[in-house]
């Protein structure tokens, strides 16, 4: 089976534009959560998508956003960019939602903001 | 919310040797799933083993191994016969009732000393 994919790899943008990422799921998973790293925050959870529906939310602001398609592809946006937003955004799938789930993750895509 | 800290923010070892990399969490759950997982320098996040709350027996895969210790609130990774391809970051996650997706430690940074 093939492995999560995410798309673009790497982005350059600047401030106060927007970006959208894309995210396919392993074929037959239908929940996406997804993360952003940074050297300083680490790893945090920005949101999670089961069957189009976002299940769960982390803390970020409303610049942050996301959706599923009933393919169970996940796309997020984060709109008027911040120098702030420059990090590793993670994808992860999973069968299905819930806390007993393993989660796969994406290679990646590395944004960064100028 | 919950909480996980990872007291080692960098081992070495040299190869063939056996490390212990240390996790503790904070949690007031009965049920919950801890995972270590690594991440090279690829960035691709990889899971390396899962522990399930209410199972007292300790997760194994191949050289890897967890101490569980559920009312300390412990979880320990030991790495035997480490090998080069070993050297990532290790993160240790929770998961568990809250709406927080995964819960991820900072990090601990091994090294494999040839």
């Known amino acids: 089976k093939a492995g999560v994919t995410q798309t673009p790899r790497y982005l350059i943008k600047t401030r106060g534009q927007q970006v959208t990422l894309s995210c396919s799921p392993i074929?037959?998973?239908?929940?996406v959560s997804w993360y952003q790293q940074t050297p300083g925050q680490g790893l945090q959870f920005l949101f999670e998508?089961?069957?189009?529906?976002?299940?769960n939310k982390g803390n970020f602001p409303g610049r942050f956003s996301g959706r599923q398609f009933s393919n169970s592809r996940s796309e997020m946006n984060v709109s008027t960019l911040e120098l702030g937003d420059s990090a590793l955004y993670l994808c992860?799938?999973?069968?299905?939602?819930?806390?007993?789930?393993?989660?796969?993750f994406g290679p990646g895509t590395r944004l960064l903001v100028l | 919310a919950q909480t996980v800290t990872q007291s080692q923010p960098e081992m070495s070892v040299q190869e063939a040797e056996t490390v212990t990399l240390s996790c503790t969490y904070d949690?007031?759950?009965?049920?919950?799933?801890l995972f270590w997982y690594k991440q090279p320098p690829s960035r691709q996040m990889i899971l390396v083993i899962r522990?399930?709350?209410?199972?007292?027996q300790n997760a194994t895969e191949n050289r890897f191994s967890v101490n569980f210790q559920k009312a300390a609130k412990s979880f320990s990774l030991k790495i035997s016969d480490s090998q080069l391809g070993d050297a990532a970051m290790y993160f240790c996650?929770?998961?568990?009732?809250?709406?927080?997706?995964?819960?991820f430690g900072k990090g601990t940074h091994l090294i494999i000393q040839p």
């Open positions: 949690t007031s759950e009965s049920d919950y799933y």
């Open positions: 996650d929770y998961s568990g009732g809250g709406a927080d997706g995964l819960t």
């Open positions: 522990q399930e709350a209410y199972k007292q």
């Open positions: 074929s037959g998973h239908r929940s």
């Open positions: 998508y089961f069957s189009e529906t976002q299940r």
């Open positions: 992860a799938s999973s069968l299905s939602s819930g806390v007993q789930e393993t989660q796969y």
